[in-house]
Nanobody, 119 residues
Framework: QVQLVESGGGLVQPGGSLRLSCAAS????????MGWFRQAPGKQRELVAG???????TYADSVKGRFTISRDNAKNTVNLQMNSLKPEDTALYYC?????????????WGQGTQVTVSS
């Protein structure tokens, strides 16, 4: 069983910064992807950024150049540094862990942390 705990959300003004953190515990496969999804009111959950245990990163086009994902494989943590925040970034952000085994994938989710960008 894998558990993910997020922290770091809050209210910031446009142009501000936030750093989200997520810690995974339990039985963690060494080869996996950890990342962040977000869901705004009336919209589907979307991938914001992801990073494999090998260091490969993926970003949504809307956050490239502003957000940076990082992780510590030994500690099973993943962070999301969010700079130059825009009102459009307002959403509930979820930490995600995905691993593959014998051609199948398994997803684990955090409880979500709210990010609100407003004047």
């Amino acid at each position: 069983q894998v558990q993910l705990v997020e922290s770091g959300g809050g209210l910031v003004q446009p142009g501000g910064s936030l750093r989200l953190s997520c810690a995974a515990s339990g039985t963690i496969f060494s080869i996996n992807t950890m990342g962040w999804f977000r869901q705004a009111p009336g919209k589907q959950r979307e991938l914001v950024a992801g990073m494999t245990s090998g260091g490969t990163t993926t970003y949504a086009d809307s956050v490239k150049g502003r957000f940076t994902i990082s992780r510590d494989n030994a500690k099973n943590t993943v962070n999301l540094q969010m700079n130059s925040l825009k009102p459009e970034d307002t959403a509930l952000y979820y930490c995600n862990l995905r691993y593959y085994q014998l051609g199948k994938f398994y997803d684990y989710w955090g409880q979500g942390t709210q990010v609100t960008v407003s004047s």
